[in-house]
């Protein structure tokens, strides 16, 4: 809808005709569809006549008009031809629609993607450090395939990287109340989180 309004800006003296009671109108206006480019997820991992090995994976880009379902409040999009997106826009907005994988064989080692890097973590004594720059570290784990073959692989893999603005934290240990001659005892840091 297209609104307009208008105000007052003197009332109608003695004699003077007043002003009309209707201060704004709308009416119905077309609304142009938005066009974007999409990018798929990406498919499974194919290896080109074999089970297992170097292989690819793909992902779409098509063109796509978006919507809104205002009542509902729900986006919907439909498939359009390319002609719709413009050639310009799918060049600054391709990207790699094909990379390089890997399908691991039978009784090979195969790790999982990396972590997320840690929090930024110093070196501490009794809550203080004396270093300015602090380690991070992501580790990968090993997805065993065959049972056989589990001691060919390392149990887990580390990588650490130097970054800023570590804390240093405080740990005591926390017990919970007796339960039946039994109770919980934990490590916490400083900052809430329980460490063991």
């Keep these: 809808m297209r609104t307009r309004s208008r105000s007052v800006l003197q009332q109608a003296h003695e004699e003077g005709r007043p002003c009309a009671s209707q201060l704004s109108q709308t009416k119905p206006c077309p609304i142009s569809p938005c066009y974007s480019w999409h990018l798929s997820d990406w498919s499974p991992?194919?290896?080109?006549?074999?089970?297992?090995?170097?292989?690819?994976?793909?992902?779409n880009l098509t063109c796509v008009m978006h919507w809104s379902d205002w009542e509902g409040s729900q986006n919907s999009s439909m498939v359009l031809e390319e002609q719709k997106c413009g050639d310009r826009v799918r060049k600054e907005s391709q990207q790699e629609l094909q990379q390089p994988c890997f399908v691991p064989c039978p009784g090979d080692c195969h790790l999982t993607e990396w972590s997320m890097w840690s929090t930024c973590q110093l070196t501490c004594l009794e809550g203080r450090s004396f270093e300015t720059e602090g380690r991070q570290a992501r580790s990968q784990a090993v997805v065993i395939q065959v049972l056989e073959n589990q001691d060919s692989c390392p149990h887990?893999?580390?990588?650490?990287?130097?970054?800023?603005?570590?804390?240093?934290?405080?740990?005591?240990?926390?017990?919970?109340?007796?339960?039946?001659?039994?109770?919980?005892?934990?490590?916490?840091?400083?900052?809430?989180?329980?460490?063991?």
């Design 45 to 59: 991992c194919r290896v080109q006549g074999a089970d297992c090995g170097e292989g690819t994976r793909e992902r």
């Design 156 to 196: 887990q893999i580390f990588e650490t990287r130097p970054c800023k603005g570590g804390k240093c934290h405080n740990y005591e240990w926390r017990t919970s109340s007796w339960n039946d001659n039994e109770r919980s005892v934990w490590c916490q840091r400083s900052d809430g989180v329980n460490v063991t």
